[in-house]
T-cell receptor, first 111, second 112 residues
């Protein structure tokens, strides 16, 4: 059974820092990995989707990498801003086509 | 463009009462549809998914059920709510044959 772990569970940083959020998964036979953002009391917003054949995806200040063999993905946030404060979740999809989510990293960026 | 709606946004129900949450998707056809529950400290749990009208797969046995009466409508129901059913319920969709998911705004359910 796939298990997804996100470290750290919570992070508080001053504005301007570059951040790395980690996601690890136990079964490397995945089709893709998706990073989401969730604001309090809201649904999930898709940030980046990495196919299993890809190594990374970039969108603006966000960069996500994938290392299938080691079962890891990182989400890099450059020059963090208070508006980046949210919970970030990763989800992996394997042979069942059903996503498995991590519990998320709660990020606070203070001015 | 595609949009996904959920209602109600919040709901407070007594233990033992019935439940019906609705999700609809606009701007696409034949979507895969999903119901998730997000409980405090427990992460996002997939409850049901559907690849077509009348086709429902259950991931977690419990007192909830799901139905898909129309192509873009997904309903989550319960005959008798339990305290443990409290949580944030999220509906999601994906393009048939693809995996990237898009989420609705969620329904906050509190069972008292």
């Amino acid at each position: 059974k796939q298990e997804v772990t996100q470290i750290p569970a919570a992070l508080s940083v001053p504005e301007g820092e570059n951040l790395v959020l980690n996601c690890s998964f136990t079964d490397s036979a995945i089709y893709n990995l998706q990073w989401f953002r969730q604001d309090p009391g809201k649904g999930l917003t898709s940030l980046l989707l990495i196919q299993s054949s890809q190594r990374e995806q970039t969108s603006g200040r966000l960069n996500a990498s994938l290392d299938k063999s080691s079962g890891r993905s990182t989400l890099y946030i450059a020059a963090s801003q208070p508006g980046d404060s949210a919970t970030y979740l990763c989800a992996v999809v394997g042979g069942s086509y059903i996503p498995t989510f991590g519990r998320g990293t709660s990020l606070i960026v203070h001015p | 463009s595609q949009t996904i709606h959920q209602w109600p946004a919040t709901l407070v129900q007594p233990v033992g009462s019935p439940l019906s949450l609705e999700c609809t998707v606009e701007g696409t056809s034949n979507p895969n549809l999903y119901w998730y529950r997000q409980a405090a400290g427990r992460g996002l749990q997939l409850l049901f998914y559907s690849v077509g009208i009348g086709q429902i797969s259950s991931e977690v046995p419990q007192n909830l059920s799901a139905s898909r009466p129309q192509d873009r409508q997904f309903i989550l129901s319960s005959k008798k709510l339990l305290l443990s059913d409290s949580g944030f319920y999220l509906c999601a969709w994906s393009v048939l044959g693809e995996i990237e998911q898009y989420f609705g705004p969620g329904t906050r359910l509190t069972v008292t």
